[in-house]
């Protein structure tokens, strides 16, 4: 089960647990619905133990929407993991 939650004084989203494809909906609305003013947003999947390639289609996406508005995203995860190598393979067939 995902949880998500945001801290403002840090402007960071958390999302841990395991995220499967019903969650990419709550990840890409939770991403959406921040307030967009300038700066640098974190999203944070250090504690995400699992990561589908629905889902990290859908935090890559709306990691460049958020771009589009003028908002900076750092996508925070464990070099080497499951996780990292996913959204690796989402950024990197987003490009084509």
Same mark, same amino acid.
């Given at each position: 089960m995902?949880?998500?939650?945001?801290?403002?004084?840090? +402007?960071? @989203? +958390?999302?841990?647990?395991? &995220? +499967? $494809?019903?969650? $990419? #909906?709550?990840?890409?609305?939770?991403?959406?619905?921040?307030?967009?003013? $300038? $700066?640098?947003?974190? @999203?944070?999947?250090? #504690?995400?133990? =699992?990561?589908?390639t629905?889902? !990290? !289609? #859908?935090? @890559?996406?709306?990691? +460049?929407? #958020?771009?589009?508005?003028g908002?900076?995203?750092? @996508?925070?995860?464990? &070099?080497?993991?499951e996780v990292?190598?996913v959204? !690796?393979? !989402? =950024?990197?067939?987003?490009?084509?």
């Amino acid at each position: 089960m995902v949880s998500i939650s945001y801290e403002d004084s840090s +402007r960071r @989203v +958390r999302i841990e647990g395991a &995220c +499967r $494809g019903e969650d $990419g #909906a709550a990840v890409a609305e939770a991403l959406r619905s921040l307030p967009c003013r $300038g $700066g640098t947003l974190k @999203v944070d999947l250090s #504690a995400t133990t =699992e990561l589908d390639t629905e889902v !990290a !289609a #859908a935090i @890559v996406a709306q990691q +460049r929407e #958020a771009e589009r508005r003028g908002l900076r995203v750092n @996508v925070l995860r464990r &070099c080497g993991s499951e996780v990292d190598r996913v959204l !690796a393979a !989402a =950024e990197s067939s987003l490009r084509r």
